[in-house]
């Protein structure tokens, strides 16, 4: 009795198949003239709190009104940034799934894994750059030393004995100290944390030297006193930390890193839905509100066209992939 039914049964239960995702098709159409006509979805690789979900939360909160649509704000964590931003990649090129992408997953990531499971140049199209944070170096209050060429003219005579910490194996704090370790040619010790919180106890307990952290979150501790601020990231010093002096500015390594974080779409969105989403980006990094945001915070408000940021991600993608496996850096 099965035999007799089982081909009859299974062609029914295809025409069901075909006609439902028919159905399907028919209710959701890709209509690049009309888009938005439904929500979108804004992927943020990591938890609820850190810089991709601040920067996703504003950029939603702001593009609601002006498309007319709901942007519904998905953190999507795992692997550190490297779940959220392959889900990101494989989603349909329709306009409907976007992503926070950053110097973290589009820029460090190629240099600390061999297989990654996306490419940020062929899997993604900028929509537009959002802001960029810097790290500040501190130092636990106990150092002896208090500017960053004495920390590194103790480590050419003390090789190994500094020690500084990370927010673990491959994150920005790592990479920072780890390059200018490595261009300023010193033997430091890593001590990885599960996390910011973590590393600041043992810098307050003077149980570790130093720590290359997101300027943002170090202006707390600098501005109580209970570290000492010795330099920062970027090329240039930084309005958060007026008087405190970029690595570069020093002399004693060629650093020029920031943290930035942009707007990406997956590629093969359509051209005139990326016109949109540009449009609309450059509409909400002029408003004021958006502006003294990011500022309260250390964050400067990006002021590049598509195309410089476009070739400034390409740029860093190359360089820190060469700069991470030159100092031995690999991810957790």
Same mark, same amino acid.
């Given at each position: ?117 996306? /490419?940020?140049?062929?899997? *993604?199209? =900028?929509?537009?750059? #959002?802001? @960029?944070?810097?790290?500040? $170096? !501190? ?116 650093? /020029?890193?920031?943290?930035? *974080?942009? =707007?990406?779409?997956? #590629?093969? @969105?359509?051209?005139?839905? $990326? !016109? ?57």
């Amino acid at each position: 009795m099965s035999k007799l039914f089982s081909a009859p049964l299974a062609a029914s239960l295809v025409c069901a198949s075909l006609l439902g995702l028919a159905s399907a098709a028919a209710q959701t159409p890709n209509d690049v003239a009309n888009w938005p006509n439904r929500p979108i979805t804004l992927i943020a690789p990591q938890p609820a709190g850190g810089g991709f979900d601040t920067v996703a939360r504003v950029v939603a909160d702001r593009m609601r009104p002006i498309i007319g649509q709901t942007i519904v704000v998905e953190n999507r964590t795992g692997a550190g940034t490297r779940v959220g931003t392959q889900a990101a990649a494989r989603a349909p090129a329709d306009g409907y799934t976007l992503m926070i992408g950053a110097l973290s997953n589009m820029a460090l990531n190629p240099g600390l894994y061999d297989n990654l499971s996306y /490419d940020p140049i062929k899997d *993604f199209k =900028l929509v537009g750059m #959002a802001v @960029t944070w810097s790290y500040t $170096l !501190v130092a636990r209050k106990g150092l002896p030393m208090n500017s960053l060429k004495e920390v590194i003219a103790y480590a050419k005579e003390n090789p190994g004995k500094l020690t500084y910490a990370s927010a673990g194996m491959g994150s920005g704090q790592h990479i920072a100290a780890a390059v200018t370790e490595k261009l300023s040619g010193v033997k430091l010790t890593h001590v990885p944390y599960r996390g910011s919180q973590d590393a600041y106890q043992d810098i307050l307990g003077e149980r570790v030297d130093l720590f290359f952290d997101i300027s943002s979150a170090a202006k707390s501790q600098v501005d109580a006193g209970t570290v000492k601020a010795l330099a920062v990231s970027s090329k240039e010093r930084q309005p958060i930390h007026p008087d405190v002096p970029s690595v570069f500015e020093t002399g004693v390594a060629p650093l /020029d890193m920031e943290s930035w *974080f942009g =707007l990406f779409a997956p #590629a093969g @969105t359509p051209e005139p839905i $990326l !016109v949109k989403l540009r449009a609309t980006m450059a509409k909400i990094m002029t408003m004021p509100d958006v502006q003294e945001l990011f500022a309260k915070s250390g964050g400067q408000v990006s002021k590049t066209s598509a195309a410089e940021a476009e070739a400034k991600v390409r740029n860093d993608i190359e360089r820190w992939t060469n700069l991470i496996r030159d100092a031995g850096v690999k991810g957790d």
